[in-house]
Protein backbone atom coordinates (compact mmCIF):
# COMPACT_ATOMS: atom_id res chain seq x y z
CA UNK A 1 0.00 0.00 0.00
CA UNK A 2 1.00 3.74 -1.05
CA UNK A 3 1.42 5.85 2.15
CA UNK A 4 0.51 9.27 2.19
CA UNK A 5 2.71 11.59 3.52
CA UNK A 6 1.19 13.88 6.18
CA UNK A 7 3.84 15.80 6.67
CA UNK A 8 2.32 17.81 3.40
CA UNK A 9 -0.48 20.16 4.38
CA UNK A 10 -2.46 19.10 0.68
CA UNK A 11 -5.57 18.19 0.03
CA UNK A 12 -7.33 14.99 0.10
CA UNK A 13 -9.20 14.32 -3.15
CA UNK A 14 -12.17 11.56 -1.39
CA UNK A 15 -14.34 9.67 -3.91
CA UNK A 16 -17.48 7.92 -2.63
CA UNK A 17 -18.37 5.32 -5.62
CA UNK A 18 -22.27 4.03 -4.41
CA UNK A 19 -23.32 0.95 -6.90
CA UNK A 20 -25.65 4.14 -8.59
CA UNK A 21 -23.68 7.48 -8.23
CA UNK A 22 -19.74 8.13 -7.76
CA UNK A 23 -19.67 11.48 -5.93
CA UNK A 24 -16.42 12.54 -4.86
CA UNK A 25 -14.53 16.19 -3.54
CA UNK A 26 -11.78 18.15 -2.52
CA UNK A 27 -11.49 18.05 1.05
CA UNK A 28 -8.58 20.03 3.16
CA UNK A 29 -7.25 19.04 6.65
CA UNK A 30 -10.16 20.71 8.57
CA UNK A 31 -12.96 18.86 6.58
CA UNK A 32 -13.95 21.71 4.52
CA UNK A 33 -15.05 20.63 0.81
CA UNK A 34 -13.40 22.96 -1.66
CA UNK A 35 -14.85 21.29 -4.69
CA UNK A 36 -17.61 18.83 -5.08
CA UNK A 37 -18.21 16.40 -8.32
CA UNK A 38 -21.20 13.83 -8.76
CA UNK A 39 -22.42 11.68 -11.92
CA UNK A 40 -23.68 8.40 -12.34
CA UNK A 41 -21.54 5.16 -11.85
CA UNK A 42 -20.54 3.78 -14.89
CA UNK A 43 -22.21 1.06 -15.55
CA UNK A 44 -19.36 -1.37 -17.17
CA UNK A 45 -18.08 -4.51 -17.20
CA UNK A 46 -14.33 -3.37 -17.35
CA UNK A 47 -12.86 -1.90 -14.06
CA UNK A 48 -10.69 0.07 -15.84
CA UNK A 49 -13.30 2.68 -17.03
CA UNK A 50 -14.51 3.38 -13.49
CA UNK A 51 -10.37 4.24 -12.79
CA UNK A 52 -11.18 6.45 -16.07
CA UNK A 53 -13.94 7.75 -14.97
CA UNK A 54 -11.99 8.79 -10.96
CA UNK A 55 -9.21 9.87 -13.06
CA UNK A 56 -11.37 12.64 -14.56
CA UNK A 57 -13.31 13.86 -11.78
CA UNK A 58 -9.71 14.52 -10.35
CA UNK A 59 -8.45 16.14 -13.26
CA UNK A 60 -11.87 18.14 -13.45
CA UNK A 61 -11.24 19.24 -9.69
CA UNK A 62 -7.87 20.86 -11.43
CA UNK A 63 -5.54 17.71 -11.46
CA UNK A 64 -3.37 15.92 -8.56
CA UNK A 65 -1.45 19.99 -7.66
CA UNK A 66 -1.64 20.22 -4.19
CA UNK A 67 -3.49 17.13 -3.81
CA UNK A 68 -1.42 14.83 -1.02
CA UNK A 69 -3.96 11.86 -2.12
CA UNK A 70 -7.13 9.72 -3.15
CA UNK A 71 -9.01 8.24 -1.10
CA UNK A 72 -11.86 5.60 -2.45
CA UNK A 73 -14.43 4.25 -0.52
CA UNK A 74 -16.80 1.10 -1.98
CA UNK A 75 -19.99 -0.85 -0.84
CA UNK A 76 -18.19 -3.90 -0.70
CA UNK A 77 -15.79 -5.90 1.32
CA UNK A 78 -11.86 -4.69 1.03
CA UNK A 79 -8.45 -5.30 1.60
CA UNK A 80 -6.70 -2.28 2.87
CA UNK A 81 -3.79 -3.38 2.68
CA UNK A 82 -3.45 -4.32 -0.75
CA UNK A 83 -6.28 -1.41 -2.07
CA UNK A 84 -8.17 -4.49 -3.42
CA UNK A 85 -12.14 -4.57 -3.90
CA UNK A 86 -12.84 -8.41 -2.55
CA UNK A 87 -16.45 -8.21 -3.13
CA UNK A 88 -18.49 -5.89 -4.33
CA UNK A 89 -22.27 -7.03 -5.06
CA UNK A 90 -23.33 -4.17 -6.90
CA UNK A 91 -19.68 -3.49 -8.72
CA UNK A 92 -19.28 -6.97 -9.51
CA UNK A 93 -16.65 -5.76 -12.16
CA UNK A 94 -14.28 -4.92 -9.52
CA UNK A 95 -13.94 -8.14 -7.72
CA UNK A 96 -10.44 -8.62 -7.10
CA UNK A 97 -9.48 -5.68 -8.34
CA UNK A 98 -6.23 -3.92 -7.39
CA UNK A 99 -8.24 -0.53 -7.20
CA UNK A 100 -6.36 1.88 -4.97
CA UNK A 101 -2.63 0.38 -7.33
CA UNK A 102 -4.56 1.34 -10.19
CA UNK A 103 -5.58 4.69 -9.13
CA UNK A 104 -1.80 5.29 -8.01
CA UNK A 105 -0.30 4.66 -10.65
CA UNK A 106 -2.52 6.96 -13.26
CA UNK A 107 -2.18 9.94 -10.80
CA UNK A 108 0.70 9.50 -9.88
CA UNK A 109 0.23 9.93 -6.18
CA UNK A 110 -0.83 8.23 -3.35
CA UNK A 111 -4.32 5.81 -2.70
CA UNK A 112 -6.02 4.12 -0.19
CA UNK A 113 -9.11 2.14 -0.37
CA UNK A 114 -11.84 1.36 1.96
CA UNK A 115 -15.63 -0.07 3.02
CA UNK A 116 -18.00 2.69 2.69
CA UNK A 117 -19.88 2.24 5.99
CA UNK A 118 -16.45 1.57 7.87
CA UNK A 119 -15.70 5.65 6.72
CA UNK A 120 -19.08 6.85 7.28
CA UNK A 121 -18.28 5.82 10.69
CA UNK A 122 -15.24 7.24 10.84
CA UNK A 123 -16.68 10.67 9.34
CA UNK A 124 -19.43 10.80 11.68
CA UNK A 125 -16.53 10.50 14.46
CA UNK A 126 -14.24 13.26 13.23
CA UNK A 127 -17.00 15.67 12.00
CA UNK A 128 -20.84 14.64 12.76
CA UNK A 129 -23.14 13.17 15.81
CA UNK A 130 -20.26 11.41 17.49
CA UNK A 131 -17.23 13.87 17.76
CA UNK A 132 -15.52 13.12 20.87
CA UNK A 133 -16.41 9.25 20.93
CA UNK A 134 -14.23 6.97 20.93
CA UNK A 135 -15.76 3.85 20.49
CA UNK A 136 -19.69 4.26 17.91
CA UNK A 137 -21.43 1.65 16.08
CA UNK A 138 -22.41 3.68 13.07
CA UNK A 139 -25.55 1.87 11.09
CA UNK A 140 -26.41 3.19 7.70
CA UNK A 141 -30.02 2.32 6.76
CA UNK A 142 -29.93 2.38 2.64
CA UNK A 143 -30.87 0.47 0.09
CA UNK A 144 -29.73 -2.23 2.40
CA UNK A 145 -27.90 -1.65 5.61
CA UNK A 146 -24.43 -1.28 6.28
CA UNK A 147 -22.34 -0.77 9.27
CA UNK A 148 -19.19 0.37 11.01
CA UNK A 149 -17.60 -0.32 14.32
CA UNK A 150 -15.17 1.88 15.80
CA UNK A 151 -13.63 0.86 19.17
CA UNK A 152 -11.29 2.87 21.13
CA UNK A 153 -10.62 5.07 18.17
CA UNK A 154 -9.91 2.48 16.17
CA UNK A 155 -11.97 1.14 12.95
CA UNK A 156 -12.45 -2.66 13.85
CA UNK A 157 -12.18 -5.05 10.15
CA UNK A 158 -12.34 -8.17 11.10
CA UNK A 159 -9.69 -10.67 10.17
CA UNK A 160 -10.45 -10.92 6.80
CA UNK A 161 -11.56 -6.56 6.73
CA UNK A 162 -15.11 -7.97 6.51
CA UNK A 163 -16.67 -7.13 9.86
CA UNK A 164 -19.62 -4.93 11.13
CA UNK A 165 -22.10 -6.61 8.51
CA UNK A 166 -25.15 -5.34 10.82
CA UNK A 167 -27.70 -5.38 8.07
CA UNK A 168 -27.34 -9.42 8.23
CA UNK A 169 -27.39 -9.80 11.82
CA UNK A 170 -30.49 -11.99 12.05
CA UNK A 171 -33.46 -10.42 14.01
CA UNK A 172 -36.15 -12.78 13.00
CA UNK A 173 -34.95 -16.27 12.13
CA UNK A 174 -37.99 -17.79 11.42
CA UNK A 175 -39.82 -14.56 10.43
CA UNK A 176 -39.48 -16.38 6.85
CA UNK A 177 -38.42 -13.11 4.99
CA UNK A 178 -35.47 -14.60 2.64
CA UNK A 179 -32.37 -11.92 2.45
CA UNK A 180 -30.08 -11.40 -0.87
CA UNK A 181 -27.15 -12.49 1.37
CA UNK A 182 -28.80 -16.10 1.56
CA UNK A 183 -29.93 -15.98 5.37
CA UNK A 184 -33.28 -15.25 6.14
CA UNK A 185 -35.04 -12.19 9.04
CA UNK A 186 -31.64 -10.27 8.72
CA UNK A 187 -31.77 -7.02 10.04
CA UNK A 188 -31.81 -5.10 6.30
CA UNK A 189 -34.69 -6.97 5.10
CA UNK A 190 -36.58 -5.04 8.21
CA UNK A 191 -34.80 -1.74 8.09
CA UNK A 192 -33.57 -1.22 4.29
CA UNK A 193 -34.84 1.27 2.60
CA UNK A 194 -35.92 -1.78 0.16
CA UNK A 195 -37.61 -3.45 3.18
CA UNK A 196 -39.74 -0.30 3.83
CA UNK A 197 -41.25 -0.72 0.27
CA UNK A 198 -41.34 -4.02 0.22
CA UNK A 199 -43.08 -4.37 3.81
CA UNK A 200 -45.51 -1.76 2.76
CA UNK A 201 -46.82 -4.18 -0.73
CA UNK A 202 -47.82 -7.02 1.86
CA UNK A 203 -49.24 -4.85 4.28
CA UNK A 204 -50.98 -2.74 2.41
CA UNK A 205 -54.18 -5.51 1.57
CA UNK A 206 -54.83 -5.06 5.12
CA UNK A 207 -55.49 -1.10 4.79
CA UNK A 208 -57.66 -0.34 1.59
CA UNK A 209 -57.85 2.98 2.77
CA UNK A 210 -54.43 4.33 3.03
CA UNK A 211 -53.74 7.49 0.70
CA UNK A 212 -50.93 5.12 -0.30
CA UNK A 213 -53.41 3.21 -2.13
CA UNK A 214 -53.44 3.72 -5.89
CA UNK A 215 -49.88 5.12 -6.27
CA UNK A 216 -47.54 3.42 -7.84
CA UNK A 217 -43.49 3.13 -7.72
CA UNK A 218 -43.54 3.40 -3.82
CA UNK A 219 -40.12 4.79 -1.86
CA UNK A 220 -39.55 4.78 1.42
CA UNK A 221 -39.76 8.31 1.04
CA UNK A 222 -43.06 7.90 0.01
CA UNK A 223 -43.83 6.49 2.69
CA UNK A 224 -42.16 8.60 5.50
CA UNK A 225 -44.48 11.08 4.16
CA UNK A 226 -47.65 9.27 4.36
CA UNK A 227 -46.80 8.66 8.26
CA UNK A 228 -46.31 12.20 8.98
CA UNK A 229 -50.09 12.97 7.52
CA UNK A 230 -51.12 10.17 10.07
CA UNK A 231 -51.25 7.23 7.36
CA UNK A 232 -52.15 3.86 9.47
CA UNK A 233 -50.24 1.88 7.27
CA UNK A 234 -47.23 3.96 6.79
CA UNK A 235 -47.58 4.63 10.56
CA UNK A 236 -47.33 0.25 10.86
CA UNK A 237 -44.49 0.31 9.05
CA UNK A 238 -42.07 2.68 10.65
CA UNK A 239 -43.36 0.70 13.98
CA UNK A 240 -42.29 -2.83 12.46
CA UNK A 241 -39.06 -1.41 11.05
CA UNK A 242 -38.18 0.50 14.62
CA UNK A 243 -38.84 -2.56 16.50
CA UNK A 244 -36.80 -4.95 15.13
CA UNK A 245 -33.96 -2.14 14.57
CA UNK A 246 -34.43 -1.62 18.09
CA UNK A 247 -33.71 -5.51 19.00
CA UNK A 248 -30.68 -5.50 16.36
CA UNK A 249 -29.20 -2.30 18.44
CA UNK A 250 -29.95 -4.11 21.63
CA UNK A 251 -27.85 -6.93 20.63
CA UNK A 252 -25.03 -4.91 19.58
CA UNK A 253 -25.39 -3.22 22.98
CA UNK A 254 -24.90 -6.19 24.85
CA UNK A 255 -22.47 -7.49 22.69
CA UNK A 256 -19.77 -4.42 22.22
CA UNK A 257 -21.48 -1.96 25.35
CA UNK A 258 -20.85 1.06 22.85
CA UNK A 259 -20.80 4.52 24.20
CA UNK A 260 -22.50 5.64 21.02
CA UNK A 261 -24.44 4.40 18.10
CA UNK A 262 -25.49 6.85 15.07
CA UNK A 263 -27.80 5.85 12.62
CA UNK A 264 -27.55 7.20 9.05
CA UNK A 265 -28.96 6.98 5.51
CA UNK A 266 -31.64 7.69 4.10
CA UNK A 267 -33.98 5.92 6.04
CA UNK A 268 -33.33 7.78 9.39
CA UNK A 269 -35.53 10.99 7.55
CA UNK A 270 -38.10 8.53 9.04
CA UNK A 271 -36.78 8.76 12.75
CA UNK A 272 -39.93 10.66 14.34
CA UNK A 273 -42.34 7.56 13.21
CA UNK A 274 -39.55 4.76 14.35
CA UNK A 275 -37.73 6.21 17.45
CA UNK A 276 -39.96 5.13 20.03
CA UNK A 277 -40.57 1.50 18.68
CA UNK A 278 -36.66 1.48 18.47
CA UNK A 279 -36.20 3.03 21.73
CA UNK A 280 -38.58 0.68 23.47
CA UNK A 281 -36.74 -2.97 22.52
CA UNK A 282 -33.13 -1.32 23.42
CA UNK A 283 -34.98 -0.69 26.94
CA UNK A 284 -36.58 -4.05 27.42
CA UNK A 285 -33.73 -6.34 25.72
CA UNK A 286 -30.58 -4.23 26.58
CA UNK A 287 -28.94 -4.84 30.23
CA UNK A 288 -30.08 -1.57 31.86
CA UNK A 289 -26.10 -0.60 33.11
CA UNK A 290 -25.09 -0.37 28.80
CA UNK A 291 -28.76 0.85 27.95
CA UNK A 292 -28.81 4.15 30.22
CA UNK A 293 -24.98 4.70 29.09
CA UNK A 294 -24.97 4.20 24.79
CA UNK A 295 -26.83 7.45 23.27
CA UNK A 296 -28.74 6.76 19.75
CA UNK A 297 -28.11 9.61 17.25
CA UNK A 298 -28.73 10.88 14.34
CA UNK A 299 -26.08 10.48 12.13
CA UNK A 300 -25.32 14.53 10.93
CA UNK A 301 -23.06 14.55 7.93
CA UNK A 302 -26.05 12.79 5.67
CA UNK A 303 -24.53 12.20 2.39
CA UNK A 304 -20.87 12.97 3.01
CA UNK A 305 -20.27 10.58 6.52
CA UNK A 306 -18.50 8.59 4.19
CA UNK A 307 -16.48 11.22 1.84
CA UNK A 308 -15.16 12.60 5.32
CA UNK A 309 -14.17 9.29 6.45
CA UNK A 310 -11.87 9.08 3.49
CA UNK A 311 -10.49 11.88 3.68
CA UNK A 312 -9.80 11.48 8.01
CA UNK A 313 -8.49 7.84 7.04
CA UNK A 314 -5.89 9.49 4.13
CA UNK A 315 -4.91 12.09 6.57
CA UNK A 316 -4.38 9.44 9.72
CA UNK A 317 -2.61 7.04 7.32
CA UNK A 318 -5.74 5.06 8.14
CA UNK A 319 -4.44 4.96 12.37
CA UNK A 320 -8.38 4.77 12.93
CA UNK B 1 -4.92 -0.51 40.90
CA UNK B 2 -1.78 -2.05 42.04
CA UNK B 3 0.44 -3.81 39.76
CA UNK B 4 2.31 -6.77 39.57
CA UNK B 5 6.14 -6.26 39.14
CA UNK B 6 6.57 -8.79 36.31
CA UNK B 7 10.50 -8.89 37.00
CA UNK B 8 10.04 -11.45 39.90
CA UNK B 9 9.46 -14.66 38.43
CA UNK B 10 7.41 -15.09 41.18
CA UNK B 11 4.21 -17.83 41.25
CA UNK B 12 -0.18 -16.28 40.95
CA UNK B 13 -2.48 -16.82 43.52
CA UNK B 14 -5.42 -17.44 41.00
CA UNK B 15 -9.01 -17.68 42.70
CA UNK B 16 -12.42 -18.43 40.31
CA UNK B 17 -15.27 -17.10 42.13
CA UNK B 18 -18.45 -18.89 41.47
CA UNK B 19 -21.63 -18.51 42.55
CA UNK B 20 -21.29 -22.67 43.98
CA UNK B 21 -17.64 -23.18 44.37
CA UNK B 22 -14.48 -21.27 45.05
CA UNK B 23 -11.37 -22.78 43.18
CA UNK B 24 -8.16 -21.77 43.24
CA UNK B 25 -4.69 -22.61 42.56
CA UNK B 26 -1.04 -21.31 42.59
CA UNK B 27 -0.10 -21.31 38.51
CA UNK B 28 3.43 -20.45 37.74
CA UNK B 29 4.44 -18.48 34.85
CA UNK B 30 4.36 -20.81 32.50
CA UNK B 31 0.89 -21.91 33.16
CA UNK B 32 1.49 -25.33 35.33
CA UNK B 33 -0.43 -25.53 38.47
CA UNK B 34 1.33 -25.69 41.68
CA UNK B 35 -1.53 -26.05 44.04
CA UNK B 36 -5.35 -26.33 44.08
CA UNK B 37 -7.80 -25.38 46.48
CA UNK B 38 -11.65 -25.85 46.12
CA UNK B 39 -14.48 -25.42 48.30
CA UNK B 40 -18.72 -24.48 48.73
CA UNK B 41 -18.43 -20.21 48.14
CA UNK B 42 -19.03 -19.01 51.27
CA UNK B 43 -23.07 -18.03 51.25
CA UNK B 44 -22.81 -14.72 53.00
CA UNK B 45 -24.34 -11.27 53.09
CA UNK B 46 -20.74 -9.69 54.09
CA UNK B 47 -18.45 -9.18 51.29
CA UNK B 48 -15.45 -9.65 54.01
CA UNK B 49 -16.66 -13.08 54.81
CA UNK B 50 -15.53 -14.00 50.98
CA UNK B 51 -12.17 -11.57 51.20
CA UNK B 52 -11.42 -13.89 54.55
CA UNK B 53 -12.45 -17.31 52.38
CA UNK B 54 -9.71 -16.05 49.72
CA UNK B 55 -7.26 -15.21 52.02
CA UNK B 56 -7.60 -18.77 54.28
CA UNK B 57 -6.92 -20.70 50.44
CA UNK B 58 -3.88 -18.56 50.45
CA UNK B 59 -2.89 -19.64 53.91
CA UNK B 60 -3.68 -22.92 53.12
CA UNK B 61 -1.31 -23.23 49.73
CA UNK B 62 1.47 -22.20 51.66
CA UNK B 63 0.65 -18.16 52.21
CA UNK B 64 2.04 -15.35 50.42
CA UNK B 65 6.00 -16.14 49.72
CA UNK B 66 7.19 -16.51 46.29
CA UNK B 67 3.04 -15.41 45.41
CA UNK B 68 3.51 -11.69 42.89
CA UNK B 69 -0.12 -11.44 42.83
CA UNK B 70 -3.62 -12.34 43.47
CA UNK B 71 -5.71 -12.91 40.04
CA UNK B 72 -9.42 -12.93 40.87
CA UNK B 73 -12.65 -13.72 38.35
CA UNK B 74 -16.09 -13.13 39.34
CA UNK B 75 -19.07 -14.04 37.73
CA UNK B 76 -20.13 -10.26 37.22
CA UNK B 77 -19.77 -6.75 35.55
CA UNK B 78 -16.20 -5.59 36.36
CA UNK B 79 -14.66 -2.35 36.81
CA UNK B 80 -10.87 -3.93 36.90
CA UNK B 81 -9.26 -0.38 36.60
CA UNK B 82 -10.57 0.55 40.06
CA UNK B 83 -10.80 -3.91 41.06
CA UNK B 84 -14.60 -3.31 42.03
CA UNK B 85 -17.19 -5.17 41.45
CA UNK B 86 -19.98 -3.75 39.90
CA UNK B 87 -22.57 -6.59 39.44
CA UNK B 88 -22.56 -9.96 40.15
CA UNK B 89 -26.53 -11.91 40.42
CA UNK B 90 -24.93 -14.75 41.46
CA UNK B 91 -23.16 -12.93 44.98
CA UNK B 92 -25.02 -9.38 45.13
CA UNK B 93 -22.86 -9.22 48.09
CA UNK B 94 -20.22 -7.99 46.30
CA UNK B 95 -22.19 -5.50 44.31
CA UNK B 96 -20.08 -2.35 44.43
CA UNK B 97 -17.29 -3.76 46.59
CA UNK B 98 -13.34 -2.93 46.15
CA UNK B 99 -13.01 -6.89 46.32
CA UNK B 100 -9.41 -6.17 44.81
CA UNK B 101 -8.07 -3.19 46.97
CA UNK B 102 -9.63 -5.77 50.35
CA UNK B 103 -7.53 -8.07 49.07
CA UNK B 104 -4.38 -6.70 47.96
CA UNK B 105 -4.35 -5.05 51.80
CA UNK B 106 -5.04 -8.58 53.48
CA UNK B 107 -2.28 -10.24 51.83
CA UNK B 108 0.23 -7.65 51.06
CA UNK B 109 0.31 -8.49 47.28
CA UNK B 110 -0.95 -6.90 44.52
CA UNK B 111 -4.62 -7.93 43.42
CA UNK B 112 -6.55 -8.05 40.50
CA UNK B 113 -9.89 -8.33 39.11
CA UNK B 114 -11.90 -9.71 36.02
CA UNK B 115 -14.86 -10.91 34.98
CA UNK B 116 -15.06 -14.80 34.52
CA UNK B 117 -15.57 -15.18 31.17
CA UNK B 118 -13.28 -12.48 30.29
CA UNK B 119 -10.38 -14.63 31.89
CA UNK B 120 -11.95 -18.10 29.97
CA UNK B 121 -11.23 -16.53 26.66
CA UNK B 122 -7.56 -15.52 27.69
CA UNK B 123 -6.85 -18.82 29.22
CA UNK B 124 -8.00 -20.79 26.43
CA UNK B 125 -5.83 -18.89 23.91
CA UNK B 126 -2.73 -18.74 26.33
CA UNK B 127 -3.03 -22.44 27.32
CA UNK B 128 -6.39 -23.82 24.89
CA UNK B 129 -8.19 -24.27 21.86
CA UNK B 130 -7.11 -20.85 20.80
CA UNK B 131 -3.28 -20.80 20.91
CA UNK B 132 -1.12 -18.65 18.16
CA UNK B 133 -5.19 -16.90 17.27
CA UNK B 134 -5.26 -13.08 17.65
CA UNK B 135 -8.82 -12.25 17.64
CA UNK B 136 -11.46 -15.34 19.29
CA UNK B 137 -14.74 -15.11 20.51
CA UNK B 138 -15.01 -17.57 23.74
CA UNK B 139 -18.64 -18.54 25.06
CA UNK B 140 -18.94 -20.44 28.04
CA UNK B 141 -22.09 -22.96 27.76
CA UNK B 142 -22.55 -23.26 31.88
CA UNK B 143 -25.49 -22.49 34.34
CA UNK B 144 -25.84 -19.12 32.02
CA UNK B 145 -24.30 -18.20 28.45
CA UNK B 146 -21.05 -16.23 29.09
CA UNK B 147 -18.80 -14.42 26.53
CA UNK B 148 -15.41 -12.80 26.26
CA UNK B 149 -14.07 -10.94 23.20
CA UNK B 150 -10.58 -10.71 22.17
CA UNK B 151 -9.35 -8.42 19.26
CA UNK B 152 -6.08 -7.90 18.02
CA UNK B 153 -4.92 -9.95 21.46
CA UNK B 154 -6.74 -7.28 23.68
CA UNK B 155 -9.70 -8.10 25.99
CA UNK B 156 -12.63 -6.30 24.54
CA UNK B 157 -14.63 -4.77 27.94
CA UNK B 158 -16.52 -2.28 26.22
CA UNK B 159 -16.96 1.45 27.58
CA UNK B 160 -18.48 0.35 31.26
CA UNK B 161 -16.44 -2.97 31.30
CA UNK B 162 -19.61 -4.94 30.39
CA UNK B 163 -19.25 -6.15 26.79
CA UNK B 164 -19.53 -9.83 26.23
CA UNK B 165 -23.10 -10.49 26.90
CA UNK B 166 -23.20 -12.89 24.45
CA UNK B 167 -25.40 -14.93 26.57
CA UNK B 168 -27.86 -11.81 26.36
CA UNK B 169 -27.74 -11.73 22.29
CA UNK B 170 -31.43 -12.07 21.18
CA UNK B 171 -31.79 -15.10 18.91
CA UNK B 172 -35.68 -15.41 19.08
CA UNK B 173 -37.13 -12.19 20.13
CA UNK B 174 -40.85 -13.33 19.27
CA UNK B 175 -40.21 -16.64 20.69
CA UNK B 176 -41.71 -15.70 23.93
CA UNK B 177 -39.13 -17.17 26.35
CA UNK B 178 -38.43 -14.83 29.43
CA UNK B 179 -34.97 -14.40 30.48
CA UNK B 180 -33.31 -13.71 33.74
CA UNK B 181 -31.99 -10.21 32.14
CA UNK B 182 -35.69 -9.35 31.19
CA UNK B 183 -35.41 -9.58 27.44
CA UNK B 184 -36.83 -12.56 25.53
CA UNK B 185 -35.83 -15.23 23.49
CA UNK B 186 -31.66 -14.80 24.36
CA UNK B 187 -29.35 -17.12 23.64
CA UNK B 188 -29.27 -17.77 27.23
CA UNK B 189 -32.80 -19.30 27.13
CA UNK B 190 -32.36 -21.87 24.65
CA UNK B 191 -28.56 -22.96 25.37
CA UNK B 192 -27.45 -22.95 28.96
CA UNK B 193 -27.62 -26.21 30.94
CA UNK B 194 -30.59 -24.03 32.86
CA UNK B 195 -32.55 -24.23 29.05
CA UNK B 196 -31.59 -28.03 28.07
CA UNK B 197 -33.54 -28.88 31.07
CA UNK B 198 -36.32 -27.17 31.02
CA UNK B 199 -36.96 -27.22 27.35
CA UNK B 200 -36.79 -30.86 28.15
CA UNK B 201 -39.51 -30.46 30.47
CA UNK B 202 -41.61 -28.44 28.12
CA UNK B 203 -41.20 -30.82 25.28
CA UNK B 204 -41.53 -34.31 27.12
CA UNK B 205 -45.29 -34.84 26.93
CA UNK B 206 -44.71 -35.30 23.21
CA UNK B 207 -41.76 -38.07 23.92
CA UNK B 208 -44.38 -40.62 25.83
CA UNK B 209 -41.33 -43.58 25.43
CA UNK B 210 -38.04 -41.42 26.48
CA UNK B 211 -36.17 -43.24 28.40
CA UNK B 212 -36.07 -39.54 30.78
CA UNK B 213 -39.71 -40.25 31.68
CA UNK B 214 -40.23 -41.19 35.28
CA UNK B 215 -36.88 -39.67 36.09
CA UNK B 216 -36.45 -36.85 38.79
CA UNK B 217 -33.98 -33.91 38.85
CA UNK B 218 -32.83 -34.13 35.22
CA UNK B 219 -29.86 -32.50 34.70
CA UNK B 220 -28.36 -31.35 31.31
CA UNK B 221 -25.49 -34.65 31.64
CA UNK B 222 -28.59 -36.96 31.99
CA UNK B 223 -30.18 -35.56 29.21
CA UNK B 224 -27.36 -35.48 26.67
CA UNK B 225 -26.26 -39.40 28.06
CA UNK B 226 -30.00 -40.34 26.53
CA UNK B 227 -29.40 -38.60 23.79
CA UNK B 228 -26.25 -40.87 23.44
CA UNK B 229 -28.27 -43.45 23.84
CA UNK B 230 -30.64 -41.96 20.95
CA UNK B 231 -33.57 -41.12 22.75
CA UNK B 232 -35.16 -38.80 20.54
CA UNK B 233 -36.47 -36.28 23.54
CA UNK B 234 -33.14 -35.72 23.77
CA UNK B 235 -31.65 -35.46 20.25
CA UNK B 236 -34.53 -32.60 19.92
CA UNK B 237 -33.92 -30.81 22.63
CA UNK B 238 -29.82 -30.58 21.11
CA UNK B 239 -30.80 -29.57 17.98
CA UNK B 240 -32.91 -27.31 19.09
CA UNK B 241 -30.36 -26.21 21.18
CA UNK B 242 -27.72 -26.20 18.38
CA UNK B 243 -29.53 -23.96 16.00
CA UNK B 244 -30.10 -21.11 18.10
CA UNK B 245 -26.43 -21.52 19.56
CA UNK B 246 -25.69 -21.50 15.19
CA UNK B 247 -27.92 -18.70 15.18
CA UNK B 248 -26.36 -16.95 17.53
CA UNK B 249 -22.45 -17.56 16.37
CA UNK B 250 -23.68 -16.69 12.91
CA UNK B 251 -24.49 -12.84 13.97
CA UNK B 252 -21.30 -12.91 15.87
CA UNK B 253 -18.93 -14.02 12.89
CA UNK B 254 -21.19 -11.42 10.37
CA UNK B 255 -20.65 -8.48 13.06
CA UNK B 256 -16.71 -9.28 14.04
CA UNK B 257 -15.57 -11.48 11.92
CA UNK B 258 -13.10 -13.53 14.14
CA UNK B 259 -10.74 -16.33 14.06
CA UNK B 260 -11.95 -18.77 16.14
CA UNK B 261 -15.18 -19.10 18.43
CA UNK B 262 -14.09 -21.11 21.05
CA UNK B 263 -17.06 -23.23 23.06
CA UNK B 264 -16.12 -24.06 26.79
CA UNK B 265 -18.51 -24.78 29.84
CA UNK B 266 -20.44 -28.09 30.91
CA UNK B 267 -22.88 -28.35 27.69
CA UNK B 268 -20.24 -28.66 25.39
CA UNK B 269 -20.18 -32.29 26.72
CA UNK B 270 -23.30 -32.49 24.48
CA UNK B 271 -21.07 -31.31 21.63
CA UNK B 272 -21.70 -34.90 19.25
CA UNK B 273 -25.42 -34.10 19.70
CA UNK B 274 -25.37 -30.32 18.89
CA UNK B 275 -22.60 -29.43 16.46
CA UNK B 276 -24.04 -30.37 13.20
CA UNK B 277 -27.43 -28.19 13.73
CA UNK B 278 -25.09 -25.13 15.05
CA UNK B 279 -22.69 -25.40 11.71
CA UNK B 280 -25.59 -25.96 9.41
CA UNK B 281 -27.03 -22.37 10.94
CA UNK B 282 -23.44 -21.03 10.39
CA UNK B 283 -23.80 -22.05 6.86
CA UNK B 284 -27.16 -20.74 5.79
CA UNK B 285 -26.96 -17.71 7.75
CA UNK B 286 -22.81 -16.10 7.87
CA UNK B 287 -21.23 -14.59 5.16
CA UNK B 288 -19.29 -17.46 3.01
CA UNK B 289 -16.00 -16.04 3.15
CA UNK B 290 -16.43 -15.13 7.09
CA UNK B 291 -17.93 -18.40 7.71
CA UNK B 292 -14.96 -19.73 5.94
CA UNK B 293 -12.27 -18.66 7.77
CA UNK B 294 -13.57 -19.02 11.23
CA UNK B 295 -12.68 -22.24 13.31
CA UNK B 296 -15.78 -23.31 15.96
CA UNK B 297 -13.45 -25.13 18.06
CA UNK B 298 -14.45 -26.85 21.89
CA UNK B 299 -12.79 -25.37 24.58
CA UNK B 300 -9.59 -27.13 25.93
CA UNK B 301 -8.85 -25.67 29.46
CA UNK B 302 -11.91 -27.05 30.91
CA UNK B 303 -13.29 -25.65 34.57
CA UNK B 304 -9.24 -24.38 34.72
CA UNK B 305 -10.20 -21.91 31.76
CA UNK B 306 -10.74 -19.06 34.05
CA UNK B 307 -8.13 -19.52 36.66
CA UNK B 308 -5.50 -19.67 34.05
CA UNK B 309 -6.92 -16.65 31.96
CA UNK B 310 -6.40 -14.56 35.53
CA UNK B 311 -2.89 -15.73 35.75
CA UNK B 312 -1.92 -14.98 32.61
CA UNK B 313 -3.67 -11.26 33.32
CA UNK B 314 -2.00 -10.90 36.59
CA UNK B 315 1.96 -11.89 34.79
CA UNK B 316 1.02 -9.48 31.27
CA UNK B 317 -0.43 -6.75 33.56
CA UNK B 318 -3.66 -6.81 31.78
CA UNK B 319 -2.22 -6.01 28.33
CA UNK B 320 -4.34 -8.13 26.80
Chains 1, 2 share one sequence.
Not at 24 to 46: C, E
Not at 244 to 253: E, H, S, V
Not at 278 to 293: D, K, V
Amino acid sequence: MTIVDNKKHGLIFAADLGGTHLRAATVDQKGKIHFRFKQNTPQVKDANAIVDAIVAAVHEAGGVEGISAVSLVVPGTVNVQEGVVVKAPNLPCLDGFRLAAALSEKLGIPAILENDANAAAVGEMWQGAAVGCNTIICVTLGTGVGGGIILDGKLWRGVDGAAAEIGHMCVDPFGGVACTCGSRGCLEVFASATAIVRMTREASPRYPDSILQGQDNWTAEMIFEAGQQGDELALEIFRRMGVYLGIGLANLINILNPEMIVIGGGVVNGWDLFEKHMHQQIEERAFPLLAARVKIERARCGDDAGLLGAVRLALLDRIT
